[in-house]
């Protein structure tokens, strides 16, 4: 890769190349692991741990029994339909170590997009949470799943936690627990993996129709891990970090940071089984003391806003992440003040592994925007001819990497789509590069709104609501209008219920250009968000 402006800006010893050949498969990296780190916690959930040994040992009976009695053999696809739990994290490793490529599952996905999913994956096998069963019942039957492995809240937790019961149309199922036992007592084969072997398929948003599954190989994560540890300055301890995990374990971002990184830098990993308990959120936060914190901004909005979080003491908090979505400006000073840490974003999808680009760990003052690419990873905008804009100027945002996808699953028509004749991933993002050669996202091509000829990006006002006084979040979408074409139309949550229409367009006119200020100002109890915490814009439309 020929030498880029951003690499001036590395900080001492972030190397500009990573090298990728310390490990062949993500299974050789989990080996290692637990020789390095035994006996320490590896996952704690509702107060049980297991240690690196503990998921070595059940991994290896659960991967025993996919090999033995399902028949589960290299490349062959099983599903994952569950939260942040202990046996995702020992069903993950063991599918993986049995030669399994996971295949991710929203829990609370609709029965039309389970279909899809399943069906588009070719899956004849599923781990899936009992709250879930409900909506595997209406679709099994559609799709190739013959084996369905069912589990509670508190299996490997033993605190007597209760969970739904399984959908009685399921009829045959059988239970995680029994699973284990029964791999306790059967061989287990490590197959021969390689790099280029596929890990996970990751379904992406299908905000444009029919989701599609990313494949993400084991080279992929590999070299992400990587590249993520590259840009540590010295801050992480191996051996000695508390991450806590409220991102959901089947997003890429929790996925690959959280529960891989972290397991291979011998972190005590805390699983939050579900955020939305924003209370239950804060008392797990209090007596777990993290070092280390991932979330988007959403995330972080929540926590600030539930009483008795600004009374926990953060002196442990050495960095806090943001991505998924962009982190505001506000929320990051508000997140300052609070915790003495400034929220670090970073960027990338599901077809990148995921990270593309971060703000360095190493500075301590507030940086807006995106960052700087990983070593190893090339950028470069472009405009809708595909050629590449000036420095300054905005274009969509193309990478190249060891970190990104072999292409959409069973679908070449697409991945040519988003592919550059020269090889580069189109994120369909459009951003700009700082002179010093830090990106920020402008925003979404698909969610940029026309007025009266001039571009308008919902980023740009969402951002400036945030630092309103009395709002809790918005969101902004285009309206058809008869005169300027597309007119502003912005939705809010109000932590201040005396707020007006009249006082969010007074504030917007005083910070932004006529044409940018809402035309229409929607106030809502809540915005509408995926699972991970994103708004869907596409929604409010």
Avoid at 17 to 43: H, P, Q, W
């Amino acid at each position: 890769m020929p030498n880029r402006i951003w690499q001036n800006s590395y900080t001492d010893g972030i190397p500009f190349e990573i090298d990728t050949s310390e490990c062949k498969s993500i299974n050789e990296l989990f080996n290692r692991a637990v020789v390095d780190f035994g006996d320490k916690t590896a996952f704690s959930s509702f107060g049980a741990e297991l240690t690196f040994r503990d998921v070595d040992a059940l991994s290896r009976d659960f991967a025993a029994y996919l090999q033995n009695e399902l028949g589960v053999k290299k490349g062959d696809r099983v599903a994952m339909m569950a939260p942040n739990t202990l046996v995702f994290a020992v069903g993950m490793f063991g599918v993986i170590r049995a030669g399994g490529v996971q295949v991710n599952v929203n829990p609370l996905y609709s029965p039309r997009e389970l279909e899809h999913q399943l069906k588009d994956a070719d899956a004849d096998t599923i781990i899936v949470f009992s709250g879930s069963t409900e909506t595997l019942a209406q679709v099994i039957e559609a799709t190739p799943v013959k084996n369905v492995i069912v589990f509670g809240l508190d299996d490997l937790v033993n605190r007597g936690l209760p969970s739904p019961p399984v959908d009685s149309r399921l009829s045959r199922t059988i239970a995680f627990t029994d699973a284990l036992s029964k791999g306790s007592g059967l061989g287990f084969e490590e197959p021969l993996l390689e790099q280029d072997d596929l890990l996970f398929l990751q379904y992406t948003g299908g905000t444009t129709g029919l989701s599609k599954g990313a494949m993400l190989t084991h080279g992929n994560l590999l070299a992400n891990i990587a590249q993520f540890e590259a840009i540590d300055p010295g801050y992480i301890e191996k051996g000695g970090e508390v991450v806590i995990t409220a991102i959901p374990m089947y997003h890429i971002f929790a996925l690959m940071v959280n529960t891989l990184s972290f397991f291979k830098l011998g972190g005590k990993n805390v699983l939050v089984t579900n955020p939305r308990d924003m209370e239950g959120f804060v008392k797990t936060w209090a007596v777990s003391s993290p070092t280390i914190f991932t979330g988007v901004n959403t995330l972080y909005v929540g926590l600030l806003h539930t009483p008795g979080f600004d009374a926990i003491d953060f002196s442990n908090l050495k960095i806090s992440m943001g991505g998924g979505a962009p982190v505001q400006q506000a929320v990051s000073q508000k997140w300052k003040d609070l915790t003495g840490r400034y929220i670090k974003e970073g960027y990338g999808l599901s077809e990148t592994s995921p990270i593309l680009t971060v703000n360095q760990l190493g500075e301590t003052g507030y940086r807006a925007g995106i960052g700087v690419p990983l070593p190893s990873t090339d950028v470069s905008l472009r405009d809708d001819d595909g050629r590449e804009v000036p420095q300054g100027e905005p274009g969509e945002f193309c990478a190249r990497g060891p970190q990104i996808m072999k292409g959409y699953w069973r679908q070449p028509e697409a991945t040519a789509e988003v592919t550059t004749a020269d090889g580069y991933f189109k994120t369909g993002d459009v951003a700009v590069m700082e002179k010093d050669g830090y990106f920020r996202i402008v925003d979404r091509k698909k969610d940029m709104i026309l007025v009266s000829g001039f571009n308008v990006f919902p980023n740009e006002i969402e951002e400036e609501v945030a630092g309103m006084p009395g709002v809790m979040e918005s969101a902004c979408v285009g309206v058809p209008h008869e005169a300027s074409g597309e007119a502003v139309k912005l939705f809010v949550v109000k932590s201040d219920a005396s707020i007006t229409e009249d006082d969010v367009r007074a504030f917007c006119k005083e910070r932004l250009a006529g044409y940018k200020v809402p035309k229409q100002v929607v106030f809502l109890d809540e915005l509408p968000k995926s699972a991970v915490g994103k708004i869907l814009r596409r929604e409010l439309k």
